[in-house]
């Protein structure tokens, strides 16, 4: 893609310093303060399109293969292609949770996903995600939830990789918007001047209310985690409620009556999860104003307005927060497996490096244990 092509447009006419036109590169720095900045922030929001056009689908193939159990072709492709990759810790692949690990390495690290979500969410999605597996006591909680509940993480992940597709489909039109993410610039967008070239309403409404249902289909997760780790039962939500009467909402009314705590440890924030958008667009009425990318969201008697920036915008989180119920999915799954009896290969090698040191030490006389 071309540079100037992710730089955002005047909507009616070019602005004029002077005498002078400014260029779209010239208006997009301004944005940032810096032309360097603006430059760096949209390579960066560039490296994942490269990764969509050139190696999403050897991914989505990859994973495929995970969820199908077919491991014999699944773990050498896998060993060839960590082999590749000093930084990532796994050299073998022995077990389906050595594959797990090394997809989920692969899916974070090798594909500019970083530069969509931002590295400062995506280690802190990491560091909640590993809470799940790091308090003993409560993984019998965790493995009855799973199983009360039919949990099925393939099936998740399946229905996840559509959405990236689909947002693989939209991304270019949104480039711009990330780039302004990545400089912490979107609020300095004059909404009524810029908007966004060549972007198609209809593809992001699509994206948006199909990554929506996705969301309330699966933050019975955040639920039920948050339930395990502070009232230490997957069945008693927060404000006196259950999990049993979660299940009876409807999907629209499972963000706004009260099961999700948002000081609570799993809660992402869904501030972004605008329900009267989601009804507009797939029950009511929704209506763009091209000439001045003013959106217009109809549930029943009451309306939302949004620029065509904003709604890209949301388009972005909802990306975001699929990724972060997908960090709390893998790291279910890795606690399932591992009770499976499956060990990674580096713990492994770990013990054989302390063997063979207490060997050696042992010969000499002097045995350290850890």
Partial sequence: ???????????????????????????????????????????????????????????????????????????????????????????????????????????????????????????????????????????????????????????????????????????????????????????????????????????????YAKSFEWILENVAIIIGLNNIYLRSDWKQCVNGKTYADFLKETKGNRLQNGYIGEKEPFSKSVNSLNNKIRNAIQHFDSDIDYKTQLLTFKDRNKSVNLYLLEFADLCIENFCIIFYILELIYNLQKSTLTQEGNVPIFLINNLEVQRTSNRKNREKGTLNLW
């Fill in 1 to 207: 893609m071309n540079f100037q092509r992710s730089f955002l447009p005047e909507k009616a006419i070019y602005k004029k310093l002077g005498e002078v036109e400014l260029s779209p590169y010239m208006r997009n720095s301004t944005l940032y303060n810096d032309g360097e900045a603006a430059i760096k922030a949209t390579q960066q929001a560039m490296c994942f399109a490269d990764f969509m056009k050139h190696d999403l689908s050897k991914t989505k193939q990859n994973f495929e293969l995970f969820w199908n159990a077919q491991d014999a072709i699944l773990f050498p492709k896998l060993e060839n292609l960590v082999s590749k990759y000093s930084y990532i810790p796994i050299t073998k692949i022995n077990n389906r949770l050595d594959a797990s690990m090394a997809l989920h390495q692969l899916l974070l690290t090798t594909t500019g996903i970083s530069n969509v979500i931002g590295a400062g969410s995506l280690q802190e999605y990491s560091r909640i995600g590993k809470t799940v597996i790091g308090t003993a006591a409560n993984f019998d909680k965790i493995f009855e939830f799973i199983e009360n509940n039919q949990i099925d993480f393939c099936k998740i992940e399946r229905n996840a990789f559509k959405l990236i597709d689909l947002f693989a489909k939209i991304y270019e039109q949104l480039v711009p918007v990330v780039a302004l993410r990545n400089g912490n610039c979107v609020e300095n967008v004059d909404k009524e001047q810029h908007g966004i070239m060549t972007a198609n309403f209809n593809e992001l409404s699509d994206f």
